[in-house]
């Protein structure tokens, strides 16, 4: 059907020279809709095999293949329309539409603002519009007129698109090579979250430094001429960022070393929670009251760090209870065991325990040895349910918990003295 445009043409007259331009436009809007439809087919059927690339690009999977379908068959249109004419570039700049909201929508699959995705999208329209409409040479010099010069420099607008365009591709590439490694990594079978999380890191360091390099040859940069300036501003971030990347050496010693991991549950000075993640400045730790603490990387490893689940996730919890010294032991010891049985979270094995610790100035003095294996879920909440428990159990059973006893003993007052000056 196509190879017979430039004779379906001939015989549609077009004597105003309007006829062909709204057949052009009819045909792009025609085969648009077409991608649409197809579109609105095929993505329900990709989304299980594209789940792995994260939900903003399911979410947008729909509107990209529409814009991808678009340009494909607007693009081949445009390959068998006669050449300069009016159809012609009707058709190229429905192309261009399609492949810089295409761009625009991968783009912001990746979390790209859309003012840093707007230069790479509007060159690309710019390039495909030009380029069907007499070459891309006439624009380019045209955009390369337009500038200022700063002493032996010469800033045009083609070079300023052409670096923010750059930039941008370089930054989504990065992107897109940080997704696709974070989620090969994750579904290796061969490695624990920790090596995981070391993979990851250190995959993304190697891809930044790889973007950069091959930035400043795209961009054609001499790193020459910044040699002794690079010098002087290397030596002065040394000095100070050295904090910055003492913290980062430190994340990635804390990952090969294995000390903490995502998921511990950790103690540092007054911070008490599980580490959420591990950064590259500083590890995440969330308390039980839902606050966030920031820890820099260094103060783990250089002050003293309890780790409850290092090597073990079982944590014992002591649970200190009197009871009065008329009340029976063994009953009472009993009830203590059973309460701690009823909670949930407290393991069958090893088995709650009781022991009698000292004998206190008004009660006896026990203490009930209860283990979990969740101690993200929190320590004090394991402790009111089982005193809760036993408070019920102890009232049923006529155990009491003695108030604290006093006992004072009053000195009798001494006798008056004898009033001399009333004798005569």
Same mark, same amino acid.
């Given at each position: 059907?196509?190879?017979?445009?430039?004779?379906?043409?001939? $015989?549609?007259?077009?004597?105003?020279? #309007?006829?062909?331009?709204?057949?052009? *436009?009819?045909? /792009? @809007? =025609?085969?648009?809709? &077409?991608?649409?439809?197809?579109?609105?087919?095929?993505?329900?059927?990709?989304?299980?095999?594209?789940?792995?690339?994260?939900?903003?690009?399911?979410?947008?999977?729909?509107?990209?293949?529409?814009?991808?379908?678009?340009?494909?068959?607007?693009?081949?249109?445009?390959?068998?329309?006669? $050449?300069?004419?009016?159809?012609?570039? #009707?058709?190229?700049?429905?192309?261009? *539409?399609?492949? /810089? @909201? =295409?761009?625009?929508? &991968?783009?912001?699959?990746?979390?790209?603002?859309?003012?840093?995705?707007?230069?790479?999208?509007?060159?690309?329209?710019?390039?495909?519009?030009?380029?069907?409409?007499?070459?891309?040479?006439?624009?380019?010099?045209?955009?390369?007129?337009?500038?200022?010069?700063?002493?032996?420099?010469?800033?045009?607008?083609?070079?300023?698109?052409?670096?923010?365009a750059t930039c941008v591709a370089l930054f989504a590439l990065v992107r897109l090579a940080n997704r696709l490694i974070g989620r090969s990594i994750d579904h290796t079978d061969g490695f624990d979250p920790t090596q995981k999380l070391l993979a990851q890191k250190l995959a993304a360091i190697a891809v930044i430094v790889a973007a950069f390099f091959v930035g400043v040859d795209l961009l054609g940069i001499d790193l020459t001429a910044f040699a002794v300036f690079s010098g002087a501003l290397g030596l002065a971030i040394g000095f100070g960022l050295q904090k910055t990347f003492g913290n980062l050496i430190a994340g990635i010693i804390l990952l090969m070393d294995r000390s903490?991991?995502?998921?511990?549950?950790?103690?540092?000075?007054?911070?008490?929670?599980?580490?959420?993640?591990?950064?590259?400045?500083?590890?995440?730790?969330?308390?039980?009251?839902?606050?966030?603490?920031?820890?820099?990387?260094?103060?783990?490893?250089?002050?003293?760090?309890?780790?409850?689940?290092?090597?073990?996730?079982?944590?014992?919890?002591?649970?200190?209870?009197?009871?009065?010294?008329?009340?029976?032991?063994?009953?009472?010891?009993?009830?203590?065991?059973?309460?701690?049985?009823?909670?949930?979270?407290?393991?069958?094995?090893?088995?709650?325990?009781?022991?009698?610790?000292?004998?206190?100035?008004?009660?006896?003095?026990?203490?009930?040895?209860?283990?979990?294996?969740?101690?993200?879920?929190?320590?004090?909440?394991?402790?009111?349910?089982?005193?809760?428990?036993?408070?019920?159990?102890?009232?049923?059973?006529?155990?009491?918990?003695?108030?604290?006893?006093?006992?004072?003993?009053?000195?009798?007052?001494?006798?008056?003295?004898?009033?001399?000056?009333?004798?005569?």
């Amino acid at each position: 059907m196509m190879p017979g445009i430039d004779w379906l043409l001939a $015989h549609v007259p077009d004597d105003s020279g #309007i006829i062909h331009p709204l057949i052009a *436009l009819a045909l /792009a @809007l =025609l085969l648009h809709l &077409a991608a649409a439809g197809f579109a609105r087919f095929i993505a329900p059927r990709l989304h299980p095999r594209t789940h792995v690339m994260g939900p903003a690009f399911t979410q947008r999977l729909r509107a990209m293949l529409r814009y991808a379908l678009s340009a494909l068959l607007i693009g081949i249109a445009t390959a068998f329309w006669p $050449h300069d004419s009016v159809g012609h570039l #009707i058709l190229g700049i429905g192309l261009g *539409l399609s492949v /810089a @909201l =295409l761009a625009a929508y &991968a783009l912001r699959t990746l979390a790209i603002p859309r003012w840093a995705a707007l230069p790479l999208a509007l060159l690309l329209f710019l390039s495909i519009v030009s380029g069907t409409s007499g070459g891309l040479a006439p624009v380019g010099a045209m955009l390369d007129t337009v500038g200022i010069s700063l002493g032996k420099r010469r800033i045009t607008l083609l070079g300023l698109l052409s670096i923010a365009a750059t930039c941008v591709a370089l930054f989504a590439l990065v992107r897109l090579a940080n997704r696709l490694i974070g989620r090969s990594i994750d579904h290796t079978d061969g490695f624990d979250p920790t090596q995981k999380l070391l993979a990851q890191k250190l995959a993304a360091i190697a891809v930044i430094v790889a973007a950069f390099f091959v930035g400043v040859d795209l961009l054609g940069i001499d790193l020459t001429a910044f040699a002794v300036f690079s010098g002087a501003l290397g030596l002065a971030i040394g000095f100070g960022l050295q904090k910055t990347f003492g913290n980062l050496i430190a994340g990635i010693i804390l990952l090969m070393d294995r000390s903490i991991k995502p998921g511990d549950v950790i103690v540092v000075g007054d911070s008490f929670g599980w580490v959420n993640k591990i950064g590259v400045r500083a590890v995440s730790v969330i308390t039980r009251d839902g606050k966030e603490h920031l820890i820099p990387n260094e103060n783990l490893m250089t002050q003293e760090v309890e780790n409850w689940s290092y090597s073990d996730r079982n944590v014992r919890v002591r649970i200190p209870v009197g009871v009065g010294y008329d009340c029976d032991l063994t009953l009472a010891q009993s009830l203590m065991r059973q309460a701690a049985l009823d909670c949930q979270r407290v393991l069958r094995e090893p088995e709650p325990n009781v022991w009698l610790i000292g004998f206190g100035d008004s009660r006896v003095d026990h203490e009930i040895l209860v283990w979990i294996s969740d101690p993200e879920g929190g320590v004090s909440n394991v402790k009111s349910d089982v005193l809760n428990r036993l408070w019920h159990l102890f009232r049923d059973e006529g155990i009491i918990i003695p108030y604290p006893q006093r006992v004072i003993h009053a000195a009798p007052m001494p006798s008056p003295a004898p009033d001399l000056s009333a004798t005569p």
